[in-house]
């Protein structure tokens, strides 16, 4: 029985991390179950950016601060989870898509030692419902375009995709059962690449380490993109932490010295700290810490990177921080899904 208890665990898994999905976060102000101007535009613009509208699974999950009785929590979080349904439903996303859940009410984050500040920061993150939208896995073997959203398509996709999304929509909706591959035309004429190094595509960020990061090995060079877009992510490679703990090594702390330098001096580049880990129980939605007691690992980890940058001087507005546990595993070797990410969130424009 535990042998075939195993083996569903692993076909679950396996069958989820073949699925397309992308995440929003809508935040919500204090007792309030409607959101403001600002994130309704936010939400607009990630909506709009979406390909496969009609063909997406959608979940909502709905979060609350720490403050409040749990049923008025439970309540509020529910209004909030169908204020964004409703808001879907109003952009011809169809009902039967989507599905709602209170996924919690936020003490776990509340349980670090935080001064006031951190405090409230870490209460408006948790005032919020996230959005995933799914291609599901069968629909997903059936199309060429493995992606999800307009930024991410190629020179060539982007000028597919108009006539293919409708295509494969049609398609998919005639018939739901059928397994065909649905092809892109063979109209585009493929683009020739040729790889141009610009000496000044890179932004120069002196270190002020000691001893200093070699500038010739830059270990986040993509930090320094004057290209870089919302929406990128940057990988924190060989920042490591402790087995099964939220303690960042010493080793790796010159590598978050030379992030924090770059971050301080790009005042232009909002984020979130995404917090992933690999190989739990999948009744679980995170790992087991060995710090806090508690399976939060991802969400720690994240947060241990945040408190870090902050004391390192970078402003905590233009940071959000959040663990997914192991909700977005890479596909590869189970070592490359224990991670810790930037999340571009926004781009300022440059200053007059």
């Known amino acids: 029985m535990k042998r075939l208890l195993y ?5 679950t898994a396996f069958c989820a991390s073949s699925q397309i999905t992308v995440t929003h976060s809508v935040y919500f102000d204090v007792d309030k179950d409607q959101f403001s101007f600002s994130e309704g535009k936010q939400l607009t613009s990630f909506f709009d950016d979406l390909i496969y509208k009609p063909i997406l699974t959608v979940k909502i999950l709905g979060y609350c601060d720490d403050r409040g009785s749990y049923e008025y929590n439970l309540d509020l979080s529910n209004r909030r989870v169908e204020t964004v349904s409703k808001w879907l439903e109003n952009h011809d996303i ?14 776990v984050a509340l349980e670090e030692e935080l001064d006031q500040e951190e405090t409230e920061e ?9 959005v995933e939208f799914s291609l599901s896995a069968d629909k997903t073997k059936r199309v060429a375009i493995k992606k999800l959203r307009k930024q991410e398509l190629t020179i060539e996709e982007a000028k597919e995709i108009p006539i293919y999304e409708k295509k494969v929509v049609a398609a998919i909706l005639e018939n739901p059962s059928s397994t065909e591959v649905i092809k892109t035309s063979n109209t585009t004429e493929p683009e020739v690449s040729v790889e141009v190094v610009e000496e000044d595509e890179f932004l120069d960020i002196p270190t002020k380490l000691d001893p200093p990061i070699d500038n010739t090995k830059e270990p986040f060079k993509s930090l320094l993109s004057k290209k870089l877009k919302k929406g990128q992510v940057i990988r924190l490679e060989n920042i490591l932490f402790y087995k099964g703990r939220s303690t960042i090594l010493e080793e790796s702390q010159p590598l978050l010295d030379r ?18 880990v690999c190989c739990i129980n999948p009744a679980y939605p995170d ?15 994240a947060l241990a990177i945040y408190k870090i940058l902050r004391s390192r001087g970078v402003k905590h507005t233009r940071m959000r921080f959040k663990g997914y546990g192991r909700t977005r595993p890479l596909g590869g ?3 490359l899904d224990r991670r810790v990410e930037l999340y571009i969130t926004k781009i300022d424009p440059p200053k007059n």
């Open 333 to 335: 070797i189970d070592k």
């Open 7 to 11: 083996i569903c665990a692993f076909l």
């Open 259 to 276: 992030v924090a330098e770059i971050l301080i001096a790009r005042e232009d580049i909002h984020f979130e700290i995404h917090g992933h």
């Open 287 to 301: 790992a087991y810490n060995r710090d806090t007691k508690k399976s939060n690992l991802s969400h720690a980890r």
């Open 94 to 107: 169809e009902l039967e898509n989507i599905s709602k859940k209170v996924e919690g009410l936020g003490e």
């Open 122 to 130: 870490i209460r408006a993150q948790n005032r919020r419902v996230d």
